[in-house]
T-cell receptor, first 115, second 112 residues
Framework: GAVVSQHPSRVICKSGTSVKIECRSL??????MFWYRQFPKQSLMLMAT?????????EQGVEKDKFLINHASLTLSTLTVTSAHPEDSSFYIC???????????FGSGTQLSVL | SQQGEEDPQALSIQEGENATMNCSYK?????LQWYRQNSGRGLVHLILIRSNEREKHSGRLRVTLDTSKKSSSLLITASRAADTASYFCATSANQAGTALIFGKGTTLSVSS
């Protein structure tokens, strides 16, 4: 149980376009979802925390207008990278928490390459 | 933000040997967790230790926590080639449903 599905796994786009990444909890309702960013051979940096039906809370230094997060239901959160630029190229990973559990369940990540 | 350092950054061992990874953190915690990441994939939860615990075991994994030194260690015994991955510690200051802050990770390579 506790499977988190993330799509797409890999996306290549042109500079200036927008890219949407989906994160779904398949067999549980996620009380909270988190979006992380990871550069090659580095750790995960928390970008934002989202709760269903409310605005996401962004970490310091993360542009909320560039990284739009929508948490439409208890099983779906989306991250849209707007007007992507090459410096946005990175590995984006979503995770979800299940009620009363401290551990997180992670999606398999999305490798974004902006040309 | 990141919690702190993990060492070593990279570790190469032979199958059957033990691997020890260390993690330090900066702030007060509710619990500390260890995760594993295979290259280009998401993270998988390995083990959680609470702030009032000093040691925990799960299969070939042994985790220790020293809150006075703000440090933890992960020991993998009798390593296998399949243990090759990156290992991250992560801390939580609060209870369930809060974000985890990750350390920098240790890349473990186990050769057969």
């Amino acid at each position: 149980g506790a499977v988190v599905s993330q799509h797409p796994s890999r996306v290549i786009c042109k500079s200036g376009t927008s890219v949407k990444i989906e994160c779904r909890s398949l067999d549980f309702q996620a009380t909270t979802m988190f979006w992380y960013r990871q550069f090659p051979k580095q750790s995960l940096m928390l970008m934002a925390t989202s709760n269903e039906g409310s605005k996401a809370t962004y970490e310091q230094g993360v542009e909320k207008d560039k990284f739009l997060i929508n948490h439409a239901s208890l099983t779906l959160s989306t991250l849209t990278v707007t007007s992507a630029h090459p410096e946005d190229s990175s590995f984006y990973i979503c995770s979800a928490s299940r009620a009363s559990e401290e551990k997180l369940f992670f999606g398999s990540g999305t490798q974004l390459s902006v040309l | 933000s990141q919690q702190g350092e993990e060492d070593p950054q990279a570790l190469s061992i032979q199958e059957g040997e033990n691997a020890t990874m260390n993690c330090s953190y900066k702030t007060s915690i509710n619990n500390l967790q260890w995760y594993r990441q295979n290259s280009g994939r998401g993270l998988v939860h390995l083990i959680l230790i609470r702030s009032n615990e000093r040691e925990k075991h799960s299969g070939r994994l042994r985790v220790t926590l020293d809150t006075s030194k703000k440090s933890s260690s992960l020991l993998i015994t009798a390593s296998r080639a399949a243990d090759t991955a990156s290992y991250f510690c992560a801390t939580s200051a609060n209870q369930a449903g809060t974000a985890l802050i990750f350390g920098k990770g240790t890349t473990l390579s186990v050769s057969s």
